[in-house]
DNA sequence: CAGTATCCCTGATGATACTG
DNA sequence: CAGTATCATCAGGGATACTG
């Protein structure tokens, strides 16, 4: 690591990185906007099964504060309101790739197959 | 991403990913193991302050359950068990620091300085 | 030393209903 | 359409006490 972190500040960094992620839907919302595709409420809503609005607005409001989502209001009637990633939320994407990369040498780096679970 | 995932599953190889990391002192054991370390329970009682013998016990369990720690116990009185990183919990390293490296650069790329938050 | 066993409490999420 | 308001639920974590 090229990083001049301390064990202590090194876990709170990640912590504090995490916590931008964490969340219940808030990666399924990610990834639907990755590749600068700008989704409406309502697209969001329709592309995730199983969310309510309030979680979807109440994520959103989140990531938006956070800085990871940018919220563009368009003042007509009935509203329309679109959101899109900003530059430092597409950042993220080699992140999410390298815990992706991780979780997928699971079954070929343990040495011995151990309890399985979901 | 060089991967075959479609968003749907990437999401959720990523919700995977990060389930193992997750829990309140997960971050901070691993930090004090990495690099080969080999830890008594004392040793980390003693290292990672605030912590209950319930909650350290609990991390590591599941931390070994999922693979990540090793737990060596000698069969001596008074008992000591030693921990240390599979090769796979080793290999959670590049991606804790690509999520380092994505938090660090919120304020240089966050275009206009949004609300302060911890 | 290295844990378990209990009890409690809070925050995150879900379900449902209502609104500018 | 794009939300907000309320209420109910539940798992994660904390405090404390006990044990092979």
């Known amino acids: 690591m090229p990083h001049s972190y301390t064990r202590e500040t090194a876990a709170e960094g990640v912590e504090s990185a ?5 969340g219940r839907w808030k990666l399924v919302i990610l ?7 700008v989704l409406r409420f309502s697209d969001l809503e329709r592309a995730i099964p199983g969310i ?15 800085g990871m989502v940018r919220r563009i209001v368009h003042p007509t009637v009935p509203p ?5 990633l900003t530059e430092w939320g597409q950042a993220l994407c ?6 992706l990369t991780w979780g997928a040498q699971r079954e ?11």
Request: hydrophobic share 40%; charged share 25%; with cysteine.
């Open 80 to 84: 329309k309101v679109d959101y899109c």
């Open 108 to 118: 070929t780096m343990s040495a011995a197959a151990q309890t399985e679970k979901a």
């Open 31 to 37: 990834f639907h906007l990755f590749g600068g595709h």
């Open 52 to 66: 309510s609005q309030k979680m979807l607005s109440q994520q959103l409001r989140q990531m938006e504060k956070d």
């Open 94 to 99: 080699p992140a999410l790739d390298a815990l």
């Open 18 to 22: 995490l916590k931008f992620i964490e």
